[in-house]
Structure formats: C-alpha cells, structure tokens
T-cell receptor, first 115, second 114 residues
Framework: EAGVTQSPTHLIKTRGQQATLRCSPI?????VYWYQQALGLGLQFLLW???????NRGNFPPRFSGRQFPNYSSELNVNALELEDSALYLC??????????????FGEGSRLTVL | DQQVKQNSPSLSVQEGRISILNCDYT??????FLWYKKYPAEGPTFLIS?????DKNEDGRFTVFLNKSAKHLSLHIVPSQPGDSAVYFC?????????????FGTGTKLQVIP
C-alpha cells in the first residue's frame, strides 16, 4: 500500500513568488494535515482538511492557503514568499475524526527554499 | 503558546543503556499522546501512543509513561540501539472548536553511541 506522497521534493523560489506543494494521502484516509518544520523548530501545525473542508488552521498568515480535492489529495499554496518561509513542509493523513487516536501518517516532505 | 514542550533538544546514550525522553504539556484536555521518530530527510513515523486514561503503554523496547497530575510523559527505550538515533517528537491530540488538532513538541535529538 502506497504511503503519503508529496511533490515536489525540493523547490527553490525567490521572495515574492508563489509556491504550490502537493500531497496524496494514503488510500482510504480522508483527513490531510500540513505542518511546517523550520530549521531548529518543531512541527508547526498549518492546516487540516477533512472531506474537502478546511477544519482547522494554525497561527499562520492568510498567504498560507490550501485546498482538498474530491479524491482527498491536497495542495498547499504559499503566496508572497518571504525568506522565513524556507522550511520543510510535511503532509500527513489519517482516518477521519472519530476513527483514529490522533495517529498521523507523514510523507517525506517538500523542502522549500526562498532566496 | 507552546502547549507541548520538549525541554531537552538533544540526548546522548550508550548502546544497551536506557534512553529516557521527556515531554511536558499544559492542556489538560488532551486525550491522546503520541511519540514519533524522524530520521533526516524522511517524514516522522508513528512510534507509540497512550490514552489519557492510562499511565503506561509498552511495545517491545518502547514504553511510554503518563503522569497526568504532573502533565508529563516520558518515552523509555530499553535497550537503546544505534538505529534508534533520530529526532523524537512528542505530540498530543486535543480539540479546538469541535475539531481535532495534533500539537507537536520541538523534538529531542537522540544519539545512541555504539
């Protein structure tokens, strides 16, 4: 069974540009989470999508946005990139609320570098 | 507001000895606590979890202890092996506005010395 897949693996952008990151969850998982891991910091919660709806959002500015498609894959968009957006962006999936204990299955991440 | 804290950024242990990784939390409404392991250039992988109604959960070499009164949990690895060298994240599941949220600590880098 395929795990969570993310693309691209690496992405280099310049300040002010936009970045789009993609995630495909494990088959059967309807929830997708996005986390940011900046250098030296832990995993900061960004967004949670379930059944196509945004369910929760972390403490990030509105230029971080995303969506979930009918096949449960997800996209994270970061507009007006800033240098401090350079980080590893991790996507995770899980069964929907009520059918899990908080266990998340992570992809290998997309490394975004902003120059 | 860091609700889940791992105060030790790193830990070194000799192979065969016990590794103890600690985690503190502030939100008494968390209902599940989890530990994840992360190797460089890979995503975190689930290791072990514990419900807030229990005080211990064991899985092979890994045991998680929960002290609710102290809002503290720990992960014990016995015996430690070089392959255990990784960053360990403590996480807690809670609910915000009716929706679940998993909050992670900042991680502890474990080095097991052969």
């Amino acid at each position: 069974e395929a795990g969570v897949t993310q693309s691209p693996t690496h992405l280099i952008k310049t300040r002010g540009q936009q970045a789009t990151l993609r995630c495909s969850p494990i088959s059967g998982h309807t929830s997708v989470y996005w986390y940011q891991q900046a250098l030296g910091l832990g995993l900061q919660f960004l967004l949670w999508y379930d059944e196509g709806e945004e369910r929760n959002r972390g403490n990030f500015p509105p230029r971080f946005s995303g969506r979930q498609f009918p096949n449960y894959s997800s996209e994270l968009n970061v507009n007006a990139l800033e240098l401090e957006d350079s980080a590893l962006y991790l996507c995770a999936s899980s069964l929907t609320l009520g059918a899990n204990t908080g266990e998340l299955f992570f992809g290998e991440g997309s490394r975004l570098t902003v120059l | 507001d860091q609700q889940v804290k791992q105060n030790s950024p790193s830990l070194s242990v000799q192979e065969g000895r016990i590794s103890i990784l600690n985690c503190d939390y502030t939100n008494s409404m968390f209902d599940y606590f989890l530990w994840y392991k992360k190797y460089p250039a890979e995503g975190p992988t689930f290791l072990i979890s514990i419900s807030s109604i229990k005080d211990k959960n064991e899985d092979g070499r890994f045991t998680v202890f929960l002290n609710k009164s102290a809002k503290h949990l720990s992960l014990h690895i016995v015996p430690s092996q070089p392959g255990d060298s990784a960053v360990y994240f403590c996480a807690a599941r809670g609910f915000s506005g009716g929706y679940q949220k998993v909050t992670f600590g900042t991680g502890t880098k474990l080095q097991v010395i052969p």
